[in-house]
């Protein structure tokens, strides 16, 4: 998967699904954290990841050429 198809991915199933169920946070030994979609901190994430993600997707695509 390309960085642009991870991109794609994270935009717009990952974070839709948070804003729909909130996120779960999990450690390997320590337990984990839930946190409601509705929760200020799960709110701002979201706002920064889709901005952040979709100002990536518009960068141009830059083909490389090995030589």
Known sequence: MTKREQYSFILNILLPAVEREGMTIKTRRDGELTIRPTDPAVVNFIRE?????TAELQ???????TY
């Open 49 to 53: 990841m889709r901005s952040s993600l």
């Open 59 to 65: 960068r141009p695509i830059i083909n490389t050429v």
